[in-house]
């Protein structure tokens, strides 16, 4: 059983930057980090895995969201920058405990967090 606790959310402005954090309870292979704005589909943002901390990036944020992770405080974080009204959502952590799955997809997750809510005003 993993538990996730999300942080880090909350209203900026456009071209501002702003850094979420997932504290995991129990170990995993692979971290990844979610979106899901209202009236759209979850869409993937970031995942990492953490033997040899290999990143995972979607286009519309590659260049902007950095995903890393601190092994001994079994927490991950997402860096934002340079943040677009259209990156509004509400995020989530997720963690994988088995492998084999696509880091992308969201079936690939066996836990997930509560989400934490991120605002970019224009």
């Known amino acids: 059983q993993v538990q996730l606790a999300e942080s880090g959310g909350g209203l900026v402005q456009a071209g501002g930057s702003l850094r979420l954090s997932c504290a995991a309870s129990?170990?995993?292979?692979?971290m990844g980090w979610f979106r899901q704005a209202p009236g759209k589909e979850r869409e993937f943002v970031a995942a990492?895995?953490?033997?040899?901390?290999?990143?995972w990036y979607p286009d519309s944020v590659e260049g902007r969201f950095t995903i890393s992770g601190d092994k001994g405080k079994n927490t991950v974080y997402l860096q934002m920058s340079s943040l677009k009204p259209e990156d509004t959502a509400l995020y989530y952590c997720?963690?994988?405990?088995?492998?084999?799955?696509?880091?992308?997809?969201?079936?690939?997750?066996?836990?997930w967090g509560q989400g934490t809510q991120v605002t970019v005003s224009s």
């Open positions: 129990g170990r995993s292979i692979a």
């Open positions: 990492i895995i953490w033997i040899g901390n290999s990143t």
């Open positions: 997720a963690a994988q405990t088995r492998g084999g799955r696509p880091l992308q997809s969201s079936l690939a997750y066996d836990y």
